[in-house]
T-cell receptor, first 106, second 113 residues
């Protein structure tokens, strides 16, 4: 069993829809990392959060350390949001989820 | 402040040759991490280094692979006698301290022919 589990694995939605990606982890961590990997392969750090909620533009990330669960939300989704979203538990060696492949249709 | 730099961006090697991948961390970052992404798979940790020290190399194959982060210059991931299975994207990331947010480089795509 992977120590960091993401759901769903794949998600296709229409432009404008509200998107939620979930991440559950079994390791003991003090913070969680959300990453975005574009179709071209580049990786961008979206958030690192240890409690509560963070917002950046249309992206919102929440975390509940006690329940070991985090969510990434995208409001008013757009085709350019199409990417793989990865949650990761940073420690000495970061443990990655398998990623959620998001495809937003115009 | 330049981001994490990796070069080359694309590298083609024949079986049996050596591959050297370079990573220059962000200014002020002394912690470097290397990850490998095989085609159609997720990211996997390889090695974590701090200046002149290997902190954790548990994700790196014992043979043919080595990594260093010298006092001066970039971190180097070296793959000797490459095989087709080494074809992958290799990403490095850096952080200012252990456990802090990591910033990723653009990756080096290694193709072994």
């Amino acid at each position: 069993k992977n120590e960091v589990e993401q759901s769903p694995q794949n998600l296709t939605a229409q432009e404008g829809e509200f998107i939620t990606i979930n991440c559950s982890y079994s390791v003991g961590i003090s913070a969680l990392h959300w990453l975005q990997q574009h179709p071209g392969g580049g990786i961008v750090s979206l958030f690192m959060l240890s409690s509560g909620k963070k917002k950046h533009g249309r992206l919102i990330a929440t975390i509940n350390i006690q329940e070991k669960h985090s969510s990434l939300h995208i409001t008013a989704s757009h085709p350019r949001d199409s990417a793989v979203y990865i949650c990761a538990a940073p420690d000495d060696k970061i443990i990655f989820g398998k990623g959620t492949r998001l495809h937003i249709l115009p | 402040n330049a981001g994490v730099m990796q070069n080359p961006r694309h590298l083609v090697r024949r079986r049996g040759q050596e591959a050297r991948l370079r990573c220059s961390p962000m200014k002020g970052h002394s912690h470097v991490y290397w990850y490998r992404q095989l085609p159609e798979e997720g990211l996997k940790f390889m090695v974590y280094l701090q200046k002149e020290n290997i902190i954790d190399e548990s994700g790196m194959p014992k043979e043919r692979f080595s990594a260093e982060f010298p006092k001066e210059g970039p971190s180097i991931l070296r793959i000797q006698q490459v095989v087709r299975g080494d074809s992958a994207a290799y990403f490095c990331a850096s952080s200012p301290r252990r456990g802090y947010e990591q910033y990723f480089g653009p990756g080096t795509r290694l193709t072994v022919t």
